[in-house]
């Protein structure tokens, strides 16, 4: 495929991803990378970012990266630099150029179990691949990496991947990852690889949840709260692509507050956005409240279910800035919903206050009128005054 023909796509592209180009980049930006990093871009770079400069798509947030954001992100001692990412550099795919040869080079993703892995000469083959699966799905950019791996390292082991598999378990159970999804995952290395272990086949071949369950519980793992967090980073995945609500968010939280091994800061958290669940919030309280619920979950951004080799640095990195967190904060911490909630109930008593007045008012309004009905007109008066009065202090506050 040229990289006219995949132009040719972008231009025709009405799939599921969302896509959006940008303007084409100016002679003068081109150059300002080359200049930056000492290099000459490839033929087909340049065609294509003469075309658009990057481009984004809604599905999985990924972003073909703008010159300008390239020339922004140079660091001396790299050779090489991100070409597209996703979820604001959650993972990248980078270009290698020979300095020789500009036309020479490579794309590449690295691994966190293998490292550096090459997935092609060609960007325009990178951008056939990312339409065709977007970052996730069969036939996309992960897929591929993982078909590449599977030839250069062998099969799988599921004896290796554990955490993985974990992972998907505590998901399955809280619908936060569905059957078809970890189907798909074992079908595509039952493809991709030569001899895939019969673990993976029978993964495919479960016929309901309860047995894949069983299927994945046949792979003995210690349970840890590493994989929770890494759940939540799934969380806020989904939280970020509207996959789910911030109310199917809180009920995850709900099902896992009592785990004792969740650090003080996150359990401080936890309860305080599960607390009174059923409670009925103004809409003004109920979007600060869900804001708060996708901050909680943003702590948990760099999981995901691609990076299990990175889990455990991911959450040592994790522990310690919560436990930083707990100093600065100290002992009289209270969670930004629990003051939400607290005006929240004041603002319900000054209303009943409110409405209590009101039939004051119009009782006494009767009364006066029952005894004597000349005075009406000037105790009616009069009592709008105090009445509207008291409903500008209510509206201050």
């Known amino acids: 495929m040229t990289i006219h023909e995949a132009i040719n796509l972008l231009k025709l592209y009405n799939g599921p991803l969302g896509l959006t180009l940008h303007a084409g980049a100016s002679e003068e930006l081109i150059k300002k990378v080359e200049s930056t990093y000492n290099i000459t871009l490839p033929d087909d770079f340049k065609t294509f970012y003469r075309f658009t400069d990057g481009f984004e798509t809604v599905e999985d947030i990924f972003n073909m990266t703008p010159l300008a954001d390239i020339a922004e992100r140079y660091k001396s001692y790299d050779k090489h630099f991100e070409i597209a990412e996703y979820m604001i550099y959650c993972d990248m795919w980078e270009l290698e150029v020979n300095p020789g040869d500009p036309n020479d080079y490579a794309i590449f993703n690295v691994d966190g179990e293998k490292g550096k892995i090459i997935l092609t000469k060609s960007l325009a083959e990178f951008i056939a691949r990312f339409l065709e699966g977007g970052v996730f799905e069969t036939g996309g950019l992960y897929a591929w990496r993982d078909e590449i791996k599977a030839k250069l390292y062998g099969n799988t082991d599921p004896e290796k991947i554990k955490p993985l598999l974990a992972v998907f378990r505590e998901g399955l159970k ?182 209590i007045g009101l039939f004051v008012l119009v009782a006494i309004l009767s009364i006066i009128y029952y005894f004597d009905p000349t005075m009406l007109p000037t105790a009616a008066i009069i009592f709008s005054i105090i009445f509207i009065r008291d409903y500008s202090r209510f509206r201050r506050r």
């Open 174 to 355: 809280l619908g936060l990852i569905s059957k078809q999804e970890i189907v798909l995952w074992a079908d595509w290395i039952i493809s991709t690889e030569e001899k895939p272990d019969y673990f993976f086949i029978e993964i495919s071949l479960s016929h309901d949840v309860n047995e894949l369950l069983t299927v994945l519980n046949s792979i003995d793992v210690t349970e840890d709260i590493l994989h929770l967090r890494v759940l939540f980073g799934v969380v806020y995945t989904q939280l970020l692509i509207n996959k789910i609500t911030t109310d199917k968010a809180r009920v995850v939280l709900d099902k896992l507050v009592y785990r004792s091994e969740f650090t003080r800061y996150e359990k401080i958290e936890m309860y305080s956005l599960t607390d009174y669940f059923d409670e009925e919030l103004g809409e003004k309280v109920q979007r600060k409240l869900d804001q708060q619920v996708k901050d909680f979950f943003e702590n948990y951004a760099q999981f995901n279910l691609y990076n299990y080799k990175n889990w455990y640095r991911i959450n040592a990195v994790l522990v310690k800035r919560f436990e930083i967190k707990e100093l600065e904060q100290g002992f009289n911490y209270h969670p930004p919903y629990k003051t939400l909630k607290s005006k929240s109930r004041k603002l319900d008593k000054r209303k009943l206050k409110l409405v």
